[in-house]
């Protein structure tokens, strides 16, 4: 008895050191303190004439940003800059990001970045082929990170700018990018939505816009149409409204209308956006936009009351008119210049004609461009403000 | 017939021998007489009493002719001096004072015994183990010439400081009174709570040399029977020289001696301990100590407080909860910020991730060595104002603060984070009082996982953990009942306290029947019946 305990006991212990050695053989494997890492907060990706790809990255100083938030800096030390901005070129972004090293201090860190922006000659060339990188590496955030297309610009350039807003450019970038909750003014594109839009042959991709504004800032604005991972053209703001109207994206804007006098300006507060296609004798007929939005209004320069049914049904209807004309303007850009199927009207065919869409699918696009365009728009105007009228004199 | 002769011979001197060493001289045999000549007495009293100042030897001599011999003999300043001379001493003198020695011995023996004594609290010794042991114990034993016997009477004053509330154990609501280091006084206190005679105190004594009083008590018919057993059963095992304190007791009987965490339980407070006796547990008292022990002690116990079954039962619910969490925050908040900031960069949000960033940003130490380091000097402050006269603790606060806090800071030997985190993972310990000092330890464990292994090495700990405490099992009972094995009708005062009113069911875990033996017995599988 008292034997066959021992021989637990040396079991026991054989073990206990067999896995000691184990813990402390392996090192410290993966380990990574975080002051020896660069956070990167902003990356660039263009590419040069001759095929080379050139990253730019924008890392954080964590300790500078700290002194300025906090509003005090070390006594005596200058300023230290909350971020600094490195490109390097290279074969891949891979290969660029890690010969980086060689002018860059700490092992560079993708997790924290913010926002990519892919310049314009990248896109022009295709942007499939970059991308590759940033699905494969798993320090990637996917649904953190902003993309944008740089127009106008090198990504070089833009993420070098030094904004008063925010200690990082990054962050300032990607808040005017998020604002388009109010605006609807810019297409939102996070990483994940791209993977995903590259993935699917019924829908093309488009990424938000951002452009230099004077030195010290951004602004972005209107949204960069792809045709098979190559950029195909622009969409102005209203266009990228239009869009974003269709595809059930807005959130909440202002659409401005015409009166008896003066103007009015709409407040979207709700919208609802379908497509769908008809077919017809196995073949598609008719491409159908359905949107439903609800507005207040928000301000009239008129001198008007707006307290009657048929003042309301008259707004209602001249909004409606409004956005069909975004879309319908939106529609005729992506088939006629651009012949890029933006709306996903692809995946209705794949999801319910699956037959059909197999033999279609590659010509997709052309198909789309010919086809006849419906466009419903139901507006409803709920409220008025808290006024009426504008308040008079006279009474 | 010859062998057993010889084995009798070799087991007698055996004992001898071992009482020779263990009474250091005065050797007492189990069945020494009285002698019944009072000179004899005082010969063998003063033989095993030399060097004792504090013995006490009065010789009384009364009746017609001096015809009457008795001698009372004590341990001067453990009696009530006065309580011995009004019940004793006079009532004897003055009984016997004009008597004439006509009567047999025995009638005076008899008389004294009836008539004489006016106290309630009388036994009888037969030989001199007894009268040794009596008189040790504070009782004054009378000796009468002639008689081999002796009486002893319960004259004991009352010892130590009076009931006050307990340092340790706080409570907002519910009764101030703790246990004191006076045995008949604790007992009185729980008698005063239950009064039933199914509150069973059965006494005992431990400790070859200090001969310490134990006493078990229990409910009769609540408490189960196989569990009183079992607490009877590992006392009368011990077999050491002292018990100072019932944390030897605890020692001795604990299931698993190993183990980290506690599998006897220990109370001052009265109220809480009356508690614990309703819901069928054992307590064992040990005199000159206020600390009571509970068996079986559950690992749900250390987050129960009295207070929970004082209050409302949504507080009650939502301060267990809240301990539970000070108990995981005290026990992974280390680790899990060494894991953070070494492995899993990708799981903080950006900003913290700068805040982060930028507190580590100078400090020379890695995170692990700086939370070691920081932990140390807490628990080296903590030590500090547990030992350390109090006068001076205004002093050690002072430079704890400013030194731990500030300076460290300032000197960039360690970061506001971590003074941070050091800070809140003290608060929650303090929390959870009876697992401090496991948590103490296993923090350490918890900090050396995740250095080497990230997240992994913190939930590979937290799983051995967790398997050893399902594993563990308090006097039969399994640890982490009521979760596993899982008791549905014992849930109601677990992390969820329902209301007193709602409590309807006494705990059925511990009124299981078969439960396991002694440590170290073979485990046997526990069946609920239900």
Not at chain 2, 463 to 483: D, E, N, Q, W
């Amino acid at each position: 008895m008292k034997c066959r305990k021992d021989k637990y006991a040396v079991k026991i212990a054989i073990l206990a050191v067999l896995s000691t050695v184990l813990l402390l053989l392996t090192g410290c494997w993966s380990y990574r303190d975080l002051t020896e890492i660069n956070m990167v907060t902003a990356l660039g990706v263009d590419r040069l004439e001759d095929g080379k790809v050139l990253v730019t990255v924008q890392v954080v100083e964590p300790a500078a940003i700290q002194s300025t938030a906090s509003g005090k800096g070390k006594g005596g030390v200058t300023q230290q800059k909350p971020v600094f901005v490195e490109s390097y070129e290279g074969e891949t972004v891979f290969d660029a990001l890690t010969s980086m090293l060689s002018i860059v201090d700490k092992k560079l860190f993708l997790g924290t970045a913010q926002v990519l922006i892919l310049g314009e000659g990248l896109s022009k060339n295709g942007i499939n082929e970059v991308m590759d990188f940033f699905q494969r590496n798993h320090e990637m955030e996917y649904d953190t990170v902003d993309v944008l297309v740089a127009k106008d610009v090198t990504p070089k350039d833009l993420l070098k700018i030094e904004t008063d807003m925010d200690p990082i450019p990054a962050m300032y970038i990607k808040k005017t990018a998020e604002n388009t909750v109010s605006r609807a003014k810019v297409k939102r594109t996070m990483m994940i939505d791209l993977i995903k839009e590259m993935g699917n042959s019924g829908r093309q991709a488009v990424i938000g816009q951002v452009a230099k504004e004077g030195e010290k800032e951004v602004r972005t604005e209107g949204a960069a149409v792809f045709r098979d991972g190559k950029l195909a053209g622009w969409l102005d703001p209203y266009a990228t409204r239009g869009y974003l109207f269709a595809t059930g994206e807005v959130k909440s804007t202002i659409v401005n209308i015409p009166a008896d006098s003066g103007k009015i300006s709409m407040e979207v507060i709700r919208s609802k956006g379908k497509v769908n296609v008809v077919f017809r004798n196995g073949e598609p007929a008719l491409l159908t936009i359905q949107v439903v939005l609800e507005a207040n209004v928000g301000e009239y320069e008129g001198e008007r009351k707006l307290d009657s049914p048929d003042d309301l049904h008259r707004l209602e209807e001249t909004l409606g008119e409004e956005v069909k004309k975004e879309i319908r303007m939106t529609v005729n850009l992506a088939q006629k210049d651009y012949s890029s199927d933006i709306f996903g009207f692809g995946t209705q065919v794949h999801k319910y004609h699956p037959q059909y869409w197999k033999k279609v699918k590659d010509g997709w696009n052309d198909t789309f461009s010919k086809l006849p365009v419906d466009i419903k728009v139901d507006a409803r105007v709920t409220r008025t403000g808290f006024i009426k009228g504008q308040i008079k004199k006279d009474g | 017939m010859g062998d057993e002769g010889v084995f009798e011979k070799i087991k007698n001197s055996n004992r001898a021998a071992k009482q020779n060493i263990n009474s250091d001289g005065a050797c007492i045999d189990e069945n020494e007489p009285i002698p019944q000549a009072i000179e004899a007495v005082k010969a063998r009293l003063g033989e095993i009493f030399s060097g004792c100042s504090d013995f006490m030897y009065r010789e009384i001599v009364c009746g017609e002719n001096n015809c009457i011999k008795m001698s009372v003999a004590y341990i001067n300043g453990f009696v009530d001096k006065r309580v011995l001379n009004q019940d004793v001493v006079r009532p004897v003198l003055d009984y016997f004072s004009n008597a004439i020695l006509q009567d047999k011995r025995n009638r005076i023996y008899e008389q004294l015994k009836e008539c004489v004594v006016n106290n309630s609290d009388i036994k009888e010794a037969e030989n001199m183990r007894q009268v040794v042991d009596n008189i040790v114990s504070g009782e004054a034993l009378l000796f009468i010439d002639g008689e081999d016997r002796a009486l002893v009477i319960g004259v004991k004053a009352p010892q130590g400081r009076q009931v006050s509330e307990p340092d340790t154990e706080v409570s907002i609501r519910g009764a101030r009174e703790g246990f004191v280091e006076n045995l008949l006084t604790n007992t009185t206190l729980i008698r005063k709570r239950i009064k039933n005679p199914n509150l069973k105190l059965e006494i005992m004594q431990l400790g070859e040399q200090t001969k310490t009083d134990i006493c078990i008590c229990y409910i009769k018919g609540i408490a189960n029977e196989e569990i009183v057993k079992e607490v009877r059963d590992r006392l009368k095992k011990i077999k050491t020289d002292a018990i100072l304190d019932s944390g030897y007791i605890e020692q001795f009987i604990s299931d698993s001696r190993l183990s980290l965490f506690p599998t006897v339980g220990n109370s001052e407070k009265c109220d809480k301990l009356a508690g614990k006796l309703l819901e069928g547990r054992v307590a064992i008292f040990c005199d000159g100590t206020p600390y009571v022990l509970t068996v079986p002690y559950l690992y749900i116990e250390s987050i129960q407080a009295s207070d929970d079954y004082y209050d409302h039962a949504f507080f009650a619910t939502f301060m267990r909860l809240l301990r539970l969490l000070a108990l995981l925050v005290s026990n992974l908040l280390p680790g899990m910020y060494v894991a953070l900031v070494g492995f899993h960069h990708t799981v903080i949000p950006f900003k913290l991730m700068i805040t982060l960033a930028a507190s580590r940003q100078g400090i020379p130490f890695s995170p692990f060595t700086e939370a070691v380091l920081m932990i140390l000097a807490f628990e080296l402050l903590r030590e500090a104002g547990v030992r350390m006269p109090r006068p001076i603790g205004q002093s050690l606060s002072i430079v704890g603060a400013l030194v731990l806090g500030e300076a460290s800071v300032a000197a960039g030997i360690s970061s506001n984070l971590m003074v941070i985190i050091v800070a809140i993972t003290a608060v929650c310990s303090f929390v959870v009082p009876p697992l401090i000092r496991a948590t103490m330890l296993i923090r350490f464990v918890f900090l050396a996982a995740a250095n080497f292994l990230g997240f992994f090495g913190i939930s590979s700990v937290f799983v051995a953990v967790f398997i050893h405490l399902c594993r563990l099992r308090s006097f039969g009972i399994p640890y982490m009942a009521p979760f596993s094995p899982l008791t549905a009708s014992d849930l109601k005062d677990s992390l969820v306290v329902v209301p007193i009113w709602a409590m309807v069911t006494r705990p059925r875990i511990l009124r299981q029947e078969n439960v396991k033996g002694a440590a170290g017995v073979k485990r046997q599988e526990v069946r609920l019946k239900r």
